[in-house]
């Protein structure tokens, strides 16, 4: 018997899944990651390799994540094996789920300590903290800021708590208001930023750099890192678009809901850059400074622009509510496993979570302080983290759903479930899943270590 909705509830409508799919894979990911990491690989050609990833892998995995979801209805882990059962294949796939629970568990740790930054970022924006500033001053408050661990974790436990409440209240009932105001408005802070950036910022050289390749500047590693980011950014790989798909009616097209979040994620990072580099290179900062980029770039554009203090202080708060909404669901996968199958309640489920993921998150608060000379193969205890998760774990996670999808459920299942009016559309999804997936991920995966 196929489930028509999952014990944890369902979307009152499309619209809603499309909304909460949104506010998952917008955050810190478009804004604070993608212009940081875009900025260290050298720019131009890492954007192309990772809007190649996020059309030819992203897109294909996410619809097929949802899939996997709304057939299974249950947590990721128990979804798989369930579905694993119902095809007659081996147990070894819920695997997969628990590599999603952990990967997420991962993320949220120092995920939390990032929006910390920002959240302290909305004070010094409200209190007039900028107003004045130079490249210097900014430079100084962020470096003050990260310097200091007892502010960064008072406001990594801030954020962790907020985080905690929501899911612990269940995710429906704020999710769906946050997103359907703020990330319109997020979208119209951006443009106006962009509107800045024309205005005062270098904005040419903004766009030389982001859309000009040059293909000597990307190493193997650079690219495993743009399709990382592909999977990071589109919440992809580790069972939070899965979850959300439980929700999701049978009656809602998958491929338009996808395309939907897809394109919504990738504007969103494209603004984000549009507004940051000609900012950066009008001020002569570099490009490749790392974590810290938006949180010195933007205040200096909130230095100088009239009003600078109201459009600082919402935008910081938009930022965190973008965060927040993606946080929430970084945290699902564990707490429904943890109320599906030890029979916790929510509540004490979503706090076992948030108080493991917080004292890991130390780690991550002291990577920019007192452990920033401890270094893994060149990485801090954070770097370590974002690039175990965003590099390894997400891909492989992503590789074992197209594997699943497309090479071990009947395509007879997999077509009814999915319902495209078009063969065409069909034919040419299940093609990318099966073959340009795979293959694109382990290729990338074999670049980076050097063995092609
Ligand atoms: N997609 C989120 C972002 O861009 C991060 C995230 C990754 C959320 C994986 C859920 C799962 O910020």
Redesign the pocket.
């Known amino acids: 018997m196929r489930k028509e909705s999952s014990i944890h509830g369902q979307w009152s409508s499309k619209l809603v899944f499309i909304l909460a799919a949104t506010g ?7 804004i604070w ?1 993608f212009p940081y990491i875009a900025g260290e690989h050298g720019g131009g050609a890492f954007v192309l390799v990772y809007l190649l990833c996020i059309l030819l892998i992203g897109l294909p995995i996410m619809m097929a994540e949802i899939l996997i979801g709304r057939r299974g209805r249950q947590s990721p882990i128990n979804t798989m094996t369930s579905l694993a059962r119902e095809e007659g294949l081996s147990r070894g796939w819920g695997l997969m789920g628990w590599m999603g629970v952990v990967a ?1 568990f991962l ?1 949220l740790s120092y ?1 939390s300590v990032i929006a910390g930054w920002a959240l302290s970022y909305v004070f010094r924006a409200g209190t007039g903290s900028f107003v004045g500033l130079d490249v210097q001053g900014v430079q100084a408050m962020f470096e003050g800021l990260v310097a200091d661990p007892e502010r960064l974790l008072a406001w990594h436990t801030v954020f962790m708590c907020m985080t905690l409440i929501v899911v612990a209240r269940g995710v429906r009932s704020g999710l769906e208001q946050a997103v359907k105001f703020l990330m319109p408005l997020l979208l119209l802070m951006l443009v106006l930023l962009v509107g800045y950036a024309m205005a005062e910022g270098h904005f040419m050289e903004g766009l030389r750099f982001m859309f000009t390749p040059d293909f000597s500047k990307l190493s193997g590693n650079s690219v495993l890192v743009a399709m990382g980011q592909a999977f ?4 992809l790989g ?1 069972g ?1 678009i899965m979850i959300y798909g439980s929700y999701l009616s049978s009656r809602a097209s998958i491929a338009r809901t996808s395309a939907t979040v897809v394109g919504a994620d990738t504007l969103v990072a494209i603004l984000a850059g549009l507004a940051i580099f000609p900012i950066v290179f009008a001020a002569g900062l570099e490009p490749s400074q790392g974590p810290g980029l938006i949180f010195i770039s933007l205040p200096l554009a909130f230095a100088q622009m009239p009003g600078g203090v109201l459009f600082g202080t919402v935008f910081f708060v938009l930022l965190v509510v973008a ?1 927040w909404t ?1 946080s929430i ?2 945290m699902e996968p564990a707490v429904t496993y943890l109320v599906e199958n030890r029979g916790m309640t929510r509540v004490s489920a979503a706090t076992l979570v948030a108080v493991l993921s917080w004292l890991l998150g130390i780690g991550t608060v002291l990577s920019f302080n007192h452990w920033s000379g401890y270094t893994l193969f060149d990485m801090t205890f954070f770097g370590a983290v974002d690039y175990l998760t965003s590099n390894i774990l ?1 891909p492989l996670g992503g590789l074992l759903i197209a594997l699943f999808v497309g090479w071990r459920m009947t395509e007879r299942s997999v077509a009814s479930e999915l319902d495209v009016q078009r063969p065409v559309l069909f034919r040419t999804w299940y093609y990318l899943l099966r073959f340009v997936a795979p293959i694109g991920i382990l290729l990338v995966f074999l670049r980076a270590i050097n063995v092609i």
């Open positions: 998952s894979a917008v955050g810190l990911g478009n990651r997420g993320i995920y990071f950014t589109l919440s580790m939070a965060a993606s669901s970084l997400l």
